[in-house]
């Protein structure tokens, strides 16, 4: 038993089958800097700690994520918080988005980008693969590699003479 890691589990994504845990991370769009992060098994969904990833002292007061976030109620408490939603939108059976519909998600997705970028850094990083039994040993590792991507982000920003602050 002492090898065995009785808090992860396994989960499937695009047809392939996973074993261990997720990083739910909420990242600064303006600067690409992580700025919140929750650690679960794998089996949990992602939209399970979307409200709790929310920064208040965030650049911006908007909120983007992709069609797997669509909840009217969710939206309408952000919205009643002070939060400016956008949320793609899923197009029904049979029934496609319009235009308008499209161009706004379009326009969502080059936002949700940036934030793509900071998974990029931690995949350079040798990525989310970790080599732990245990939740809090993972959340601890995962903890670091994002405060380390954070860290190499700060000191690119600073060559650029960009101020993150």
Same mark, same amino acid.
């Given at each position: 038993?002492?090898? &065995?890691?009785?808090?992860?589990?396994?989960?499937?994504?695009?047809?392939? =089958?996973?074993?261990?845990?997720?990083?739910?991370? =909420?990242?600064?769009? +303006?600067?690409?800097?992580? +700025? &919140?992060?929750?650690?679960?098994?794998?089996?949990?969904?992602?939209?399970?700690?979307?409200?709790?990833?929310?920064?208040?002292?965030?650049?911006?007061?908007?909120?983007?994520?992709?069609?797997?976030?669509?909840?009217?109620?969710?939206? =309408?408490?952000?919205?009643?918080?002070?939060?400016?939603?956008?949320?793609?939108?899923?197009?029904?059976?049979?029934?496609?988005?319009?235009?308008?519909?499209?161009?706004?998600?379009?326009?969502?997705?080059?936002?949700?980008?940036?934030?793509?970028?900071?998974?990029?850094?931690?995949?350079?990083?040798?990525?989310?693969?970790? +080599?732990?039994?245990?939740?809090?040993?993972?959340?601890?590792?995962?903890?670091?590699?994002?405060?380390?991507?954070?860290?190499?982000?700060?000191? =690119?920003?600073?060559?650029?003479?960009?101020?993150?602050?």
């Amino acid at each position: 038993r002492a090898q &065995k890691d009785l808090d992860a589990r396994w989960t499937k994504k695009h047809g392939k =089958s996973y074993h261990g845990y997720k990083a739910h991370v =909420s990242a600064d769009v +303006r600067h690409k800097l992580a +700025r &919140k992060s929750v650690v679960t098994d794998a089996a949990v969904h992602d939209t399970n700690h979307f409200e709790d990833l929310l920064d208040e002292t965030n650049t911006s007061r908007e909120v983007s994520a992709d069609k797997g976030y669509v909840d009217a109620a969710r939206e =309408s408490r952000l919205e009643d918080a002070g939060w400016r939603v956008k949320v793609q939108r899923k197009a029904k059976a049979k029934q496609p988005l319009g235009k308008r519909q499209q161009s706004r998600n379009r326009t969502i997705a080059k936002v949700r980008a940036r934030v793509e970028h900071v998974f990029a850094g931690l995949h350079q990083m040798g990525g989310l693969m970790i +080599r732990t039994i245990g939740l809090a040993r993972a959340d601890f590792q995962i903890t670091m590699k994002l405060a380390v991507y954070n860290l190499k982000r700060f000191v =690119s920003m600073r060559k650029c003479g960009l101020e993150a602050f």
